[in-house]
């Protein structure tokens, strides 16, 4: 509880960055198809949000080096404000590529900040749970943001403006602390072989995470259109999703505290895989559908959770940033290529290709922990064995 209390200006700015940033994430999309984007452009304004992710993480811990966790952070939420703010001022792609790149960097700032301090405060034995505290916040935070555009027509310039304020907001709960930060990293450059080989799965399951992830917060609400839904119930699919989220990160968190983190993986990414082939392979409308978003934010969500909290098991405290900056490059590089992809897939083979990718990619990383895990205990019993 000591623990939760000095973090609660930390998770309050962070309801409010992620409820402001989810607002523009489904409004994006749902503003550009309305607007007659094309499929592979929308698809693209979700590529170069990860892009510019991409090139924040690169930046990041010497950007938190120079300015220490709390300036870094406040600089960051201004810039983020600017971008969304300005969007409505010019409605076409070149525009809302540069806003959304520019929103996408300094996220891979504020989420660098984030994750490190709450990682720096955890240990092995909470360390789950407490992430899966920060993650609850997030969803439910990215569920009412996106229920926030239900009060208001998609085509208006409010919705921006909501945005805009609710990222400005955060800045308040931060700077407004007394609590002391963590210690600034030493190193400033991304190590991704050091991270590869200190928690493989870890590296593999932020790649999938971005792939999956990043192609159902980029196309989720065209899908959504493209099955027949009207664009005002559009976001009770994608909150539905994120609600399932909201629900799945603590007990999967708990769970990984009191065994391997892996074979929670297996079981969560493979629930997950079965309710993104029935929403593949099915027709459906109305209450099974939500069920469905739902079932697969609840499972395949934590697996950026589990693997965050597996690599920090493995590092040391000054090395944090590290691994958050580390984790979120490599998710970035999977969320980079799958939007494009999955656009390109849904305009061949309709909305469906959509959870059919997730699915490929969510058993592909149960296969990978299943086998490092199968790999350990083989490696153990011939250790005791020998012993």
Wanted: aromatic fraction near 8%; include cysteine.
């Amino acid at each position: 509880m000591n623990t939760l209390s000095s973090l609660f200006a930390l998770l309050l700015s962070v309801f409010l960055l992620i409820a402001g940033n989810s607002l523009i994430g489904v409004l994006a999309p749902l503003r550009a198809s309305l607007d007659g984007f094309s499929d592979l452009t929308i698809g693209l304004l979700g590529s170069v949000y990860f892009a510019g992710m991409l090139a924040g993480t690169l930046a990041a811990p010497a950007i938190v080096r120079r300015a220490g966790h709390i300036r870094a952070f406040s600089a960051f939420v201004a810039l983020s404000v600017v971008a969304v703010i300005l969007m409505p001022a010019s409605v076409a792609p070149a525009p809302w590529m540069v806003s959304r790149g520019a929103l996408g960097f300094v996220f891979a700032g504020i989420y660098a900040v984030a994750e490190s301090w709450i990682n720096a405060k955890a240990s092995n034995a909470n360390r789950g749970a407490l992430y899966g505290v920060y993650q609850i916040v997030n969803f439910v935070a990215s569920a009412g943001g996106q229920l926030l555009l239900m009060a208001f027509a998609a085509a208006s310039y409010l919705p921006f403006t909501v945005a805009g304020a609710l990222l400005a907001l955060a800045i308040v709960p931060m700077t407004m602390t007394s609590v002391d930060p963590p210690a600034q990293p030493r190193s400033v450059r991304l190590r991704l072989r050091w991270l590869f080989r200190l928690a493989p799965v870890s590296a593999f399951a932020a790649l999938a995470a971005g792939a999956a992830n990043g192609a159902s917060f980029a196309l989720g609400p065209v899908y959504a259109l493209g099955i027949g839904m009207k664009p005002s119930a559009v976001p009770l699919f994608t909150a539905a999703i994120v609600a399932g989220s909201a629900l799945g990160v603590y007990p999967a968190g708990v769970i990984s505290d009191r065994m391997d983190r892996r074979l929670v993986m297996v079981v969560a990414m493979a629930a997950g895989a079965a309710a993104e082939v029935a929403l593949a392979s099915l027709r459906l409308a109305g209450a099974p559908l939500i069920i469905l978003g739902f079932l697969v934010g609840l499972t395949t969500y934590t697996i950026y959770t589990l693997a965050t909290a597996h690599a920090n098991d493995r590092a040391r405290p000054n090395e944090m940033v590290l691994v958050s900056a580390g984790l979120l490059f490599i998710y970035c590089v999977g969320a980079i290529a799958a939007p494009a992809l999955a656009s390109l897939l849904m305009r061949a083979f309709g909305p469906a290709a959509l959870f059919a990718q997730a699915a490929i990619v969510h058993v592909a990383i149960a296969a990978f922990a299943l086998q490092r895990l199968l790999g350990d205990a083989r490696a153990g019993a011939r250790g005791a064995a020998k012993g």
